[in-house]
């Protein structure tokens, strides 16, 4: 007896299940496909609206006010806010350079400041918080951690428009995951029931090979086998849907949404979740038609 | 080669068993024939031998296990060295003659070669090797039979059942069958053939008579008394 023998027979049973799976089987692989799909344009959605969100996030800076007298100990605060994990950029104002943007954004009335002497303003630093897709920075958090350090007089943050955003990524996220999961359970009942209908449609010819002395192992495998291949194929295809919309969305959204925010290119979900949509489709598949192998191949 | 020990058996919502205190000691290279009335509890008995279904009571020995003791994932095992011929043959619906019976021998993990090779072998031998890529349902009845034989055969079982193997022919065809069974027989294979063919109860077998689920009468192979005659006697009774 030889296992590679045996290996091959399996596939070679598994690929008889295929062919034979009929409507069934195409029924489930296009739900495979129609929920990888679903999912990838989703997480498409998210990646881009958290890109938008970022944009907006990170504009609105957290402004710290210190008081210090020298350049040195100044810039070593700068550090120090850099240091911390969910700051992304600190940056060092100098009281001449918080002068001048006073000016600027006073307009006409900055001219009252020109040359008005002993005004000294003091040594900034503008903080830009980290905005991941999470919206896991808390913000007032990082402002009181920023304005505990010593030297700092006072930290500004605005908070109400970035707490909004902070809130809507939550949402979209707490959404994504339901989505996620809803039609993770879909693609497992549908993969489930083709399976059930083609070992229901296979009953005596399963009974036979287990008559003849195939194990449980030989005749479920080929049939786990083609819940395999319904997932990983409906996966690939709806993929491969999701790549064709959006090469020939990029355009329109790029014309249609450039101006305040820049150039705006559709960007595509990250290549981890392409390859994890892929596996996943294939996973389902499996867990699918095992289920299904387990409650109906009794005979 | 195979022991009974009281063993009884009851179908699920029967009112009676199908088997009832069954004794019986069928010994290597034997070849023995089930007789009696439909109902008499023939293919019941070749059911339990090979694991279709299980003794309510008593113990049932093939080759030496203990079949009442036997894991279900043990089963696959003791099949192995079973050939089964069944009364409907059930061959694989929309599967080739060769591919019918190669599947005996695949499911034991054997060469892809190796599997052709043998299944080819003793087809040739039933007088099928014309037909090997034909489809199985589009065979004659006799045919089919003897693609069920060839699939019996192809694993060299060391125990060979057959369930009214000429139930479905005509006297010309159920002689040839009757002669592939007694050439696995001379080659060393134990056959035990449940039926009521009066062609096979005529050659000089031992015959174990069946009826209402008991073994009623047990007729040695070189009996004076040949089974066909103990059938008449019986009808007469």
Redesign the interface.
């Known amino acids: 007896?030889?296992?590679t023998?045996?290996v091959?027979?399996m596939l070679r049973h598994g690929g008889r299940s295929v062919r034979?799976g009929g409507l069934p089987f195409f029924f489930a692989m296009l739900m495979t496909a129609l929920g990888a799909f679903s999912i990838g344009a989703y997480a498409t959605l998210l990646v881009n609206f958290a890109r938008v969100a970022s944009t907006v996030g990170e504009s609105v800076a957290l402004v710290m006010f210190l008081n210090v007298d020298s350049a040195s100990a100044a810039d070593e605060l700068r550090a120090r806010a850099a240091l911390m994990p969910d700051v992304r950029e600190a940056l060092l104002v100098t009281p001449e350079d918080a002068l001048a943007r006073a000016r600027r954004g006073l307009g006409d009335a900055g001219r009252a400041l020109e040359g008005a002497a002993g005004l000294r303003m003091p040594w900034v630093v503008e903080v830009t918080p980290r905005f991941d897709l999470g919206g896991s920075t808390d913000r007032e958090a990082l402002a009181q951690r920023l304005q505990a350090l010593p030297g700092v007089d006072e930290v500004m943050h605005p908070a109400g428009e970035v707490k909004r955003i902070d809130a809507l990524m939550r949402l979209l996220h707490g959404a994504g995951v339901f989505l996620g999961v809803l039609i993770a359970l879909v693609v497992i009942v549908v993969v489930s029931n083709a399976t059930k209908l083609t070992v229901l449609q296979r009953r005596?010819?399963i009974?036979?090979?287990?008559?003849?002395?195939?194990?449980?192992l030989?005749v479920q495998t080929p049939l786990v086998l083609a819940g395999l291949v319904q997932g990983l194929v409906g996966a690939a295809l709806g993929l491969g849907a999701l790549a064709l919309a959006h090469a020939s969305l990029a355009g329109m959204v790029k014309v249609a949404l450039s101006g305040a925010l820049g150039v705006f290119i559709l960007a595509p979900m990250p290549a981890w979740l392409w390859g994890a949509l892929l596996v996943g489709g294939a996973i389902l598949g499996v867990v699918g038609a095992a289920l299904s192998v387990r409650r109906f191949l009794r005979v | 080669m195979i022991e009974l020990f009281h063993v009884s058996m009851r179908y699920a919502g029967a009112d009676r068993p199908a088997l009832d205190d069954v004794t019986l000691e069928i010994r290597k290279g034997e070849f023995c024939l089930l007789a009696g009335p439909s109902g008499a509890g023939k293919t019941s008995l070749l059911r339990l031998l090979f694991c279709a279904e299980a003794a309510t009571g008593g113990q049932v020995f093939v080759g030496g296990r203990n079949l009442a003791r036997l894991k279900p994932a043990r089963i696959p095992e003791v099949r192995r060295n079973i050939g089964v011929v069944f009364q409907d043959f059930k061959l694989l619906p929309g599967r080739s003659v060769l591919d019918n019976v190669a599947l005996a021998i695949e499911v034991q993990g054997r060469r892809r070669e190796e599997v052709r090779e043998r299944a080819v072998g003793v087809l040739k031998q039933v007088g099928l090797g014309h037909k090997l890529h034909q489809h199985a349902e589009r065979l004659s009845g006799g045919e089919q039979q003897r693609v069920a034989i060839a699939r019996a055969l192809v694993v060299e079982p060391a125990l060979l059942l057959c369930d009214e193997p000429t139930g479905n022919l005509d006297a010309e065809r159920a002689q040839g069958i009757l002669e592939l069974l007694v050439t696995a027989h001379v080659r060393g294979t134990t056959v035990v053939v449940a039926t009521h063919d009066p062609a096979l109860l005529g050659g000089n077998r031992r015959v174990v008579r069946l009826e209402d689920g008991r073994v009623v009468a047990d007729v040695p192979a070189y009996s004076p008394m040949s089974a066909a005659l103990l059938d008449a006697a019986r009808k007469v009774a």
Do not use: P, R, W
């Open positions: 007896m030889s296992a023998a045996l091959t027979s034979s005596e010819e009974a036979i090979m287990k008559l003849v002395g195939a194990t449980d030989f």
